[in-house]
T-cell receptor, first 113, second 108 residues
Framework: NAGVTQTPKFRVLKTGQSMTLLCAQD?????MYWYRQDPGMGLRLIHY???????AKGEVPDGYNVSRLKKQNFLLGLESAAPSQTSVYFC????????????FGEGSRLTVL | GQQVMQIPQYQHVQEGEDFTTYCNSSTTLSNIQWYKQRPGGHPVFLIQ?????EVKKQKRLTFQFGEAKKNSSLHITATQTTDVGTYFCAGLLHMLTFGGGTRLMVKP
């Protein structure tokens, strides 16, 4: 039981390049989230999904797109990377049963040059 | 929009001293959660508080939710080096909003 797995863990991009971060969870959770973490700013929600085939914008969605084609996977895409998107990205999931506890992946560190 | 503020941003303590971090919301919350993130790690859930005035304890950690459900605190008694990390509160209204975190450093 791996929990929440993110790939890749590290990536360096040049400005304008595109990439996709993959999040996979094996806990049969309905809800999945993508956050970015920057120093002193906590975790800011980019996009989230309340079930397969559905996505919604969070607090900082600009420059990102997401897809949830399968319940266990939540993809975060950057179509044209910018230096401002240099950050650590965390995926999280939770079931609809509530404690509301979020289970986080180990993070993906992205640097945009 | 909903804002969750957390203070202090950093705290250095001597091992054995107590530590407290405070969380304040601009709006009344449905519940509040606390997470711990070790250096280089990912956030790990500690606890959720739901009721007005609720107090919960986990060993040396005491969590409180204010009467107005707009503030919360985490208090650690007699800190240990294993307590090092960043502590985040996260308040739920329409969505979960994280505070900026308090980074705790413990000198042995």
């Amino acid at each position: 039981n791996a929990g929440v797995t993110q790939t890749p863990k590290f990536r360096v991009l040049k400005t304008g390049q595109s990439m996709t971060l993959l999040c996979a969870q094996d806990m049969n959770h309905e809800y999945m989230y993508w956050y970015r973490q920057d120093p002193g700013m906590g975790l800011r929600l980019i996009h989230y999904s309340v079930g397969e085939g559905t996505t919604a914008k969070g607090e900082v969605p600009d420059g990102y797109n997401v897809s949830r084609l399968k319940k266990q996977n939540f993809l975060l895409g950057l179509e044209s990377a910018a230096p401002s998107q240099t950050s650590v990205y965390f995926c999280a999931s939770r079931s609809t049963e509530n404690t509301g506890e979020l289970f986080f992946g180990e993070g993906s560190r992205l640097t945009v040059l | 929009g909903q804002q969750v503020m957390q203070i202090p941003q950093y705290q250095h303590v001597q091992e054995g001293e107590d530590f407290t971090t405070y969380c304040n919301s601009s709006t009344t919350l449905s519940n509040i959660q606390w997470y711990k993130q070790r250096p280089g790690g990912h956030p790990v859930f500690l606890i959720q508080l739901v009721k007005s005035g609720e107090v919960k304890k986990q060993k040396r950690l005491t969590f409180q939710f204010g009467e107005a459900k707009k503030n919360s605190s985490l208090h650690i008694t007699a800190t240990q080096t294993t307590d090092v990390g960043t502590y985040f509160c996260a308040g739920l209204l329409h969505m979960l909003t994280f505070g900026g975190g308090t980074r705790l450093m413990v000198k042995p």
